[in-house]
């Protein structure tokens, strides 16, 4: 059986800024002012990135005074790369065989 690639979550980690702050996310557990600091964008910005994240289940918020800190969910990356990985397994084992279908 071939498992599908997650295209909505594909799409959310497709964004240049989102997949910045997963990869700064994947390090340590940071607050918005520092993920502003980290990726210079403006915290307006920052805030819409961060809500389609929590959105999509790839990052958890713990709040903290009056911060409010994000930490990656790697099981929901994990999960991504294992359906990256079946999709990549499924091609290498077809390769050797003549599968093209009739355009006839």
């Given at each position: 059986m071939m498992t599908s690639v997650d295209a909505e979550l594909?799409?959310?980690l497709a964004d240049?800024?989102?997949?910045?702050?997963v990869t700064l996310l994947a390090r340590e557990t940071l607050c918005t002012t520092h993920l502003v600091e980290e990726t210079g964008a403006k915290q307006t910005n920052l805030s819409n990135h961060m809500r389609v994240l929590r959105e999509a289940g790839v990052v958890d918020t713990e709040p903290c005074g009056r911060f409010t800190y994000y930490r990656l969910r790697p099981e929901v990356i994990e999960t991504l790369a294992g359906q990256f990985a079946d999709l990549a397994r499924t091609a290498r084992a077809t390769a050797g065989a003549d599968l093209k279908r009739s355009c006839s």
């Open positions: 594909v799409r959310v240049p800024l989102r997949l910045r702050i």
